[in-house]
């Protein structure tokens, strides 16, 4: 069955770095993109950042852009997102999704939550 | 950028009750590229349709989506007291991915 666990979450002061692993299983991972979603606390959803099965097309929400970078692994099965310069309001649960084969994001993780606080 | 916008905010109806939450977007969604989430407290979203109409893998049948260019409906036949919780749409056509700001949907 399909499972993304994610990790790399925690406490990071305002300015620091971070970069979340998304460990997927269950499905052929070099065939399928996947997205980067989080909420904040008591919030909705908020579209992140995508990648292509292959690595070779990225989109970002446009709010992010240039601090975060998305990023996969296909040999070891494993999205990343890396996050630089955090502020306060990137503080939120981080989920990764993967995407059936009509581009839907079907399978989410459990999420990894990310606090950004001196 | 497409913006969806979900309503209502918050639909308070009974178990056995139908219900409809709306889903409008600022400009046409490409190929219907439409989803909707169900997310309860603690727990990631699942997907119940994509696609604007397909329901996904064991979403039951009084799961329904409806609607193309840039109105879309989920309705929900018969309330289950399981159905009570948040209720996302999405649009993965086109760059940024957006999400509607939810419909909460609790019991009355």
């Known amino acids: 069955q399909v499972q993304l666990v994610e990790s790399g979450g925690g406490v990071v002061q305002p300015g620091g770095s971070l970069r979340l692993s998304c460990a997927a299983s269950g499905f052929t991972f070099s065939s399928y993109g996947m997205h980067w979603v989080r909420q904040a606390p008591g919030k909705g959803l908020e579209w992140v950042a995508f990648?292509?099965?292959?690595?070779?097309?990225?989109y970002y929400a446009d709010s992010l852009k240039g601090r975060f970078t998305i990023s996969r692994d296909n040999s070891r099965n494993t999205l990343y997102l890396q996050m630089n310069s955090l502020r306060a309001e990137d503080t939120a649960v981080y989920y990764c999704?993967?995407?059936?084969?009509?581009?839907?994001?079907?399978?989410w993780g459990q999420g990894t939550l990310v606090t950004v606080s001196s | 950028e497409i913006v969806l916008t979900q309503s209502p905010g918050t639909l308070s109806l009974s178990p056995g009750e139908r219900a409809t939450l709306s889903c409008r977007a600022s400009q046409s969604v490409s190929s219907s590229y439409l989803a909707w989430y169900q997310q309860k407290p603690g727990q990631a979203p699942r997907l119940l349709i994509y696609?604007?109409?397909s329901r996904a893998t064991g979403i039951p049948d009084r799961f329904s989506g409806s609607g193309s260019g840039t109105d879309f409906t989920l309705t929900i036949s018969r309330l289950e007291p399981e159905d009570f919780a948040v209720y996302y749409c999405q649009q993965y056509g086109s760059s940024p991915y957006s999400f509607g700001q939810g419909t909460k949907l609790e019991i009355k």
């Open positions: 999704a993967k995407v059936n084969i009509v581009a839907a994001p079907d399978y």
């Open positions: 696609g604007a109409t």
């Open positions: 990648i292509q099965y292959d690595g070779n097309k990225k």
